[in-house]
């Protein structure tokens, strides 16, 4: 959450339209991106390695820790 930058690179590249900017901001600011449908994750970790801030992790089975 701290990490999150707001950029909108992983939502851009999910091709199942999971993740979107959340309601809440972070320390500076950004309102960091959350899972809105977690169950239509196809686990393919696009997000993950596009991330430029290491901001997001995909882990099989574990669901959202936000
Ligand atoms: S999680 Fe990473 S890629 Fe996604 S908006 Fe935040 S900083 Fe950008
Ligand atoms: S791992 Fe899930 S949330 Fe991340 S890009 Fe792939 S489908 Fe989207």
Do not use: H, T
Not at 19 to 32: D, Q
Not at 43 to 53: A, H, S, V
């Amino acid at each position: 959450m701290e990490r999150c930058k707001e950029c909108g690179l992983c939502i851009n590249v999910c091709p199942k339209g999971v993740l979107v900017r959340g309601e809440e901001y972070n320390s500076r600011g950004y309102r960091y991106v959350v899972p809105k449908n977690i169950d239509n994750c196809i686990g393919c970790k696009l997000c993950e390695y596009i991330c430029p801030d290491i901001a997001i992790f995909v882990v099989r089975g574990v669901g959202y820790e936000g």
